[in-house]
């Protein structure tokens, strides 16, 4: 019985881990999305999701222990993939992506929003909430990795970006 047990238990271990990587690569390779600004459709699909994966965690183990044992692999693996971006960049950029710079010099840069799936106006609307009206104004604009735009206007110093997170939901495409 005990073997049992501690099978179902490895079972759920080895479950949770192979659909948190998997999430990990489907949210790259689909475009992040910023997890503050989600849309209604982004919030269904994220809580269809956690119920679908749900079962394939924890199997027919629906027991609090159980429970607790898929929540426990889930934090020490993601503990263990922030430590490892942190310990090698490589491997964070590999899961986060890099930035991209939006505009240049008062410049859209047209090619690099269609790798970030933006429409100019989701752009305008980003620098408009920093307070800046037109693109000319702007010396760079740069989507983050965590896909937030950055704007540095031409009126601040070289050491001041104004940073805000925007109300649009945008999505992340490694350039």
Same mark, same amino acid.
């Given at each position: 019985?005990?073997?049992?047990?501690?099978?179902?238990?490895?079972?759920?271990?080895?479950?949770? #881990?192979? +659909? &948190?990587?998997?999430? $990990? *690569?489907?949210?790259? %390779?689909?475009?992040?999305?910023?997890?503050?600004?989600?849309?209604?459709?982004?919030?269904?699909?994220?809580?269809?999701?956690?119920?679908?994966?749900?079962?394939?965690?924890?199997?027919?183990?629906?027991?609090?222990?159980?429970?607790?044992?898929?929540?426990?692999?889930?934090?020490?693996?993601?503990?263990?993939?922030?430590?490892?971006?942190?310990?090698?960049?490589?491997?964070?950029?590999?899961?986060?992506?890099?930035?991209? #710079?939006? +505009? &240049?010099?008062?410049? $859209? *840069?047209?090619?690099? %929003?269609?790798?970030?799936?933006?429409?100019?106006?989701?752009?305008?609307?980003?620098?408009?909430?920093?307070?800046?009206?037109?693109?000319?104004?702007?010396?760079?604009?740069?989507?983050?990795?965590?896909?937030?735009?950055?704007?540095?206007?031409?009126?601040?110093?070289?050491?001041?970006?104004?940073?805000?997170?925007?109300?649009?939901?945008?999505?992340?495409?490694?350039?």
């Amino acid at each position: 019985m005990s073997e049992l047990l501690s099978n179902n238990y490895f079972h759920i271990i080895i479950s949770t #881990l192979v +659909i &948190y990587i998997f999430i $990990v *690569i489907a949210i790259r %390779l689909f475009g992040k999305k910023e997890l503050a600004q989600l849309s209604v459709v982004d919030m269904v699909f994220i809580l269809l999701i956690s119920n679908v994966v749900q079962n394939a965690m924890v199997g027919p183990d629906a027991t609090l222990l159980g429970g607790l044992v898929a929540a426990t692999t889930l934090f020490v693996a993601n503990y263990i993939f922030k430590y490892l971006q942190y310990r090698f960049p490589k491997f964070g950029k590999i899961v986060e992506g890099d930035a991209i #710079l939006l +505009i &240049y010099e008062g410049k $859209v *840069i047209e090619p690099h %929003l269609k790798k970030a799936r933006i429409t100019t106006d989701e752009l305008m609307e980003a620098i408009r909430e920093h307070g800046v009206a037109t693109v000319e104004e702007i010396n760079l604009a740069v989507m983050e990795v965590d896909g937030n735009i950055s704007v540095l206007s031409k009126g601040y110093s070289n050491k001041t970006v104004k940073r805000r997170k925007t109300h649009k939901t945008i999505s992340h495409v490694e350039s």
